[in-house]
């Protein structure tokens, strides 16, 4: 799997939004991002994830660069839920299995 | 609908012993995965299970193992237990084994192994 790299840690105000990067020069033509999140004292939850296009969803929105090497997800109001650490993953859609490779992710901090 | 159920949450364990973790994956699921999560290591794949068959391994010793059966229950053991098997094991199920699918993950069984 092609490997991401995102900063280890971000800090945000409770109400702003909030962009979190993440890097994949490495990124294959298959290759879907996927971005998970953990909160404290939790198993992980899925958060979004797309292929090309940029996708929105209840919780975040996915912005991807036109040439597939970097993304951003977007929380365009961060609450004190959202402090968590957040994974961003590349899995191959043509690829069968389920297998997540998770890296070290980014500690997002809100503060009210 | 329910969703992903560990049991038990909390496991004392000591050297030498042999654990059974559970899983229950959400209603129609059939996929389920497992992971181990530890502050050293962070989160790493051990095994993956679809209809009964494992399809995918991570890199981890023979001691840890597991098993699907056909109510897509699944349950891993490991065996002669050591300190750093201490550690969060979690379980996620998703529909199908695809690169697409969404994993649901469970609230983790946390074992310490004295």
């Known amino acids: 799997d092609a490997k991401t790299t995102q900063p280890n840690s971000m800090e945000s105000n409770e109400e702003e939004p909030v962009h979190l990067p993440c890097n994949h020069s490495t990124i294959s033509g298959t290759d879907y991002i996927h971005w998970y999140r953990q909160l404290p004292s939790q198993g992980p939850e899925y958060v979004i994830h797309g292929l090309t296009s940029n996708v929105n969803n209840r919780m975040a929105s996915l912005a991807i660069a036109e040439d597939r090497k970097s993304s951003t997800l977007i929380l365009h109001r961060a609450t004190l839920r959202d402090a968590a650490v957040y994974y961003c993953?590349?899995?191959?859609?043509?690829?069968?299995?389920?297998?997540?490779?998770f890296g070290k992710g980014t500690t997002l901090s809100v503060s009210s | 609908k329910a969703g992903v159920t560990q049991t038990p949450r909390y496991l004392i364990k000591t050297r030498g012993q042999q654990v059974t973790l559970s899983c229950s994956p959400i209603s129609g699921h059939r996929s389920v995965s497992w992971y181990q999560q530890t502050p050293g290591q962070g989160l790493q794949f051990l095994f993956e299970y679809f209809s009964e068959t494992q399809r995918n391994k991570g890199n981890f010793p023979g001691r840890f193992s597991g098993r699907q059966f056909s109510n897509s229950r699944s349950e891993m053991n490991v065996s002669t237990l050591e300190l750093g098997d201490s550690a969060l094991y979690l379980c996620a199920s998703s529909l199908v084994p695809q690169g697409t699918d969404t994993q649901y993950f469970g609230p983790g069984t946390r074992l310490t192994v004295l």
């Open positions: 993953i590349l899995r191959d859609g043509d690829q069968a299995g389920t297998a997540l490779i």
